[in-house]
């Protein structure tokens, strides 16, 4: 009797079983598995393309020697390849 | 038009004034928010007896290309009532918390909500289509939220504010997602027009199906149902009067009164029988856990998601006007209850717990009788209002195939209950011996004027009211209704009352000796 005045008082323990839910199945659960992609896939990704992105600066910075000639030259290939990929587009 | 214009527009303007003239003298912000709250109660008096035919203003809020986002104003019969008993109860509520909040230090803010939780209500129950809908729901869900928290600086408060704006909310996406879903379907939000578009059948009727069961969780967690109940126990924390408001008069007759006004929706859905099959699970729930709670505001709080649940059940078994009579008629005592439990609890240094009352009508008997003839009318005695509504939501039960079998027989269940659970509450605060000797002798007479005056005005109403249901359930169903009649059902109710009244009076005031071993131990 005294159990059953217990669960009623605490009408069925509904509110429980919502904090269980939220707390166990939607925070600790969904969302810890989505945080892990966000950390692991998203911004290791986001991350991966820095380090890339760095490190063929590194690179291209050993080739560089302030030279004006060398500066426009490289302008002037970039255009062509801006041009080829247009011109590969617009032909597909 | 112009009066309609002033009641949506008053109580945002005034909560603005209130707010900034109680700054000067914290009284001119009870006056302030009195006057205004009887404003709106005389315009919507006047509304009702000018009223021929409804009241339509379409208004297109923005064009965003082929787009147009109305926010347009409705008012036919149903929406009057409503307005009827937001304001009416709202000035009362007013006009009682001049005593209840009479020591609060920060009364201009108190007063400067209530009015802007009304004008979230007025705004909801004359809105012409969901835009406007949705936007009254809202700023009452906000207004809720700051009410409940009221005394933000103590803890449970603040967590009670936070738990009803986190669980209202919950509900809120899926309203906002069917919203969005209407649009896409019907490229219309008007109301009238889905109604319409739902008997024809030009809506998909699986999409209509899953559409309507996203209002109908919306609806839930607004009025505090299965299984988003938990706030509505925990904005007890608020001022008494808050709670009078939120569980009588206006906030958690807002998810009812939607269901209401796409009854037609939910026909064509089919989505009905859910409707009263969630009703019927909060109603048992509600009923048995207010049986046994010992704060004399929880048992009301219980027993408001019981009567609501009651409201949703007429609604599900297909009879509009047995759903919003009742609905009406719980607006009514409930507040007066609410507002009861308050005036006790101003008499008695603010203590809840009702185990430490007892034969308090020898010190207030004026609250003693209006709370008997609110517990009456809740218990559904006749002649008093709860009487009808409550036998024609179980007729309609035991009439309707579909919720003939466990929906009726949970009603049953809740609606006999519901005499228990508040004939107890009467029981052990106003009659037997007194429990604290200490806190009886402190117990003083409240206020005539201020706090009696409203309370028999409430009592006077909901007896009256029991004389003309059947105007009221023509009025909210907009058509003649023909009270369903179920062979003895009215003889084994009534001889239910009276065996489970002579159960409580005996175990609550001639052997409570052997009840209080029960009782809960916080």
Known sequence: ?92 | MTNLLILLLLPFVGAISVFILGKLNSKLAFWGAELIGLTLFLITLKLYFDFSEPLNMPFTWFHLASLEIPFGIYVDELSLVMLLIATGLGFLDIHFAHDYMAKDPFKPRYYAKVLFFIGGMILLVSAKDMVSLFTGWELMGLASYLLISFWHEKKEPADAGMSAFLFTRFGDIFLFAAIGMLFYLTSSLDLLHLNTLASSGEIDKNMMYLISLFIFIAAIGKSGQFPLFPWLMRAMEGPTTVSALIHGAIMVNSGIYIVARLFDFYVAAQTLIVVAAFGAISAFIGATSALVQTELKKVLAYSTMSHLSLAFIGLGAGSLAAGMTHLVNHAVFKALLFLGAGAVMISASHVKNMWRFGAYSKKILFVSIAMAFGALSLSGLPPFSGFYSKDTIIATTLLNPQTKGLISTLTLIAGVLSVAYISRLWLLTFSGKNRDAALFAKVKKPSFFWIILPLLIMAVATFLMGFTQEGIAKLVSGSDFQKPHVEGLVFGLLSAITLIFIIIYYYYVKRLDITKKLQHKP
Do not use: P, Q
Not at chain 1, 1 to 17: A, K, P
Not at chain 1, 49 to 76: C, E, H, P, Q, Y
């Open chain 1, 1 to 92: 009797m005294r159990s059953l005045h217990t669960v009623l008082f605490n009408g069925y323990y509904i509110e429980f079983f919502i904090h269980y839910f939220t707390k166990n199945i939607i925070f600790n659960s969904l969302s810890r598995t989505i945080n892990w992609m966000d950390i692991h896939i998203i911004d290791a990704a986001v991350n991966a393309t820095v380090n890339i992105s760095f490190s063929l600066n590194k690179l291209l910075r050993k080739t560089d020697r302030g030279l004006m000639s060398d500066n426009s030259g490289a302008m002037l290939i970039g255009v062509v390849i801006l041009l080829f990929i247009i011109l590969i587009e617009g032909i597909a």
